[in-house]
């Protein structure tokens, strides 16, 4: 899972979008693991979450996920 992890933390680091959807996270897991299945890439975005380095961006309508410090991401 670390490798997912690290993955996903590349990816929002590397992004210009400060939020993006799980669909966004998975694109850019499987470009490097294509045969992770979304099941395991979840885990590792959860994980994150847990371990404060993404957190949850809610719109009204879903739910998105935000590089912690980075945006416009964290509560007023």
Do not use: C, H
């Amino acid at each position: 899972m670390e490798d997912i992890k690290k993955a996903i933390l590349e990816f929002a680091e590397g992004s210009k979008k400060t939020k993006f959807y799980f669909s966004d996270i998975e694109k850019a897991v499987r470009k490097t693991f294509p045969d992770k299945k979304a099941r395991e890439i979840k885990k590792a975005a959860t994980a994150l979450i847990n371990e404060e380095k993404l957190i949850y961006f809610s719109t009204g309508s879903s739910t998105m996920y935000g590089l912690k410090g980075r945006g416009q991401t964290e509560d007023f």
